[in-house]
């Protein structure tokens, strides 16, 4: 559903320029109060990350209540949103300032302003677009229903996560990443092989004088036709656990305040959800995604748009 997004172009001159100067101005307003009553500067000091994170997550908790304020008088989610945006751009913008000295600058601001209304926002390459849609997910993320940040693939939706879980984290938001669906690695199959086979490989390598003698006779183990059975059984469990293993992960990361994801992993996840046999074995929160920052949309939107997602299965009686 797009009935959201508009694509329109829109012109940042004479009115609608100083409405935005003038939302500028109050976030930034917002930003020195929030800065001077934080009073510290080093995240690598440990007691000083303790005490902006207390404010901070203080920060997230008052907005919560706030926008919850705001709906219990008749406001819709939109308008709590948009009287809050201000404390919340800044409170995003002192987080980010604490923790890698990169306050956002007014073109970012402006550019969150635009994404939370719905439009797109160009942004050149090093105007830092990954800081700018932090703006408007920690904001969403308030309504406590979810907020996802989706990229083309998934070394982008991992590395963004990676980079950008530490800034929510420290307000008091949890952040997740939606995996990749895949088939397993040897490598994985391994290594959860040797965890299933803890106790017999203990006694096998009882004898190994150092850990990499004990590694070759572990090897070894795994190749004796002999044990041929053991370690098929092995590998069925493993694939099993394996599976288990990520559909909780994934789950997870549903249920976080804030999910990266590339486009293929969160459709694959909507349409896996959709055949879903039992509630159980869903991953996306009821009603999500509720909100979606789409990073480099041409390529999301319209360039791998022209591949569709399917699924296949064997349909059942009932169907």
């Not at 830092?128 to 982008?156: E, S």
């Not at 349409?271 to 949309?297: C, K, S, W």
């Amino acid at each position: 559903d797009m009935s959201t997004f508009k694509a329109e172009p829109i012109k940042t001159s004479g009115k609608r320029k100083r409405e935005l100067e003038e939302r500028v101005a109050q976030i930034n307003d917002f930003y020195e109060l929030y800065r001077k009553k934080l009073r510290v500067t080093n995240p690598n000091d440990t007691e000083e990350r303790k005490s902006a994170s207390d404010f901070l997550v203080r920060q997230t908790k008052t907005l919560r209540n706030e926008v919850n304020t705001y709906m219990s008088l008749g406001f819709t989610e939109e308008e709590a949103l948009d009287r809050i945006l201000p404390k919340a751009y800044a409170t995003v913008k002192v987080a980010s300032n604490f923790l890698w000295k990169k306050p956002h600058y007014d073109v970012q601001l402006i550019g969150g302003i635009l994404l939370n209304e719905g439009y797109a926002s160009e942004m050149a390459t090093g105007e830092g677009k990954t800081l700018t849609a932090a703006l408007p997910t920690y904001l969403n993320a308030l309504l406590g229903k979810g907020a996802h940040v989706i990229t083309p693939n998934g070394y982008l939706a991992k590395r963004d996560f990676e980079e950008m879980s530490e800034l929510y984290e420290l307000m008091g938001l949890s952040c997740g990443l939606a995996e990749e669906r895949g088939k397993l690695s040897e490598e994985e199959i391994t290594a959860k092989v040797i965890e299933i086979l803890d106790a017999k490989l203990d006694k096998y390598t009882e004898t190994a004088r150092n850990e990499t003698e004990r590694q070759q006779m572990i090897f070894e183990f795994l190749r004796d036709k002999r044990n041929a059975a053991d370690v098929a059984h092995a590998k069925n469990l493993a694939r099993v656990a394996l599976t288990k293993e990520a559909d909780l992960r994934r789950k997870n990361a549903y249920q976080a305040d804030i999910t990266y994801g590339s486009a293929s992993a969160i459709a694959f996840d909507y349409l896996y959800d959709d055949i879903a046999t039992n509630v159980q074995d869903m991953v996306h929160r009821q009603g999500n995604p509720n909100f979606v920052v789409i990073d480099e949309m041409d390529a999301v939107l319209f360039d791998d748009a022209t591949t569709p997602f399917s699924l296949s299965g064997t349909q059942t009686d009932d169907e």
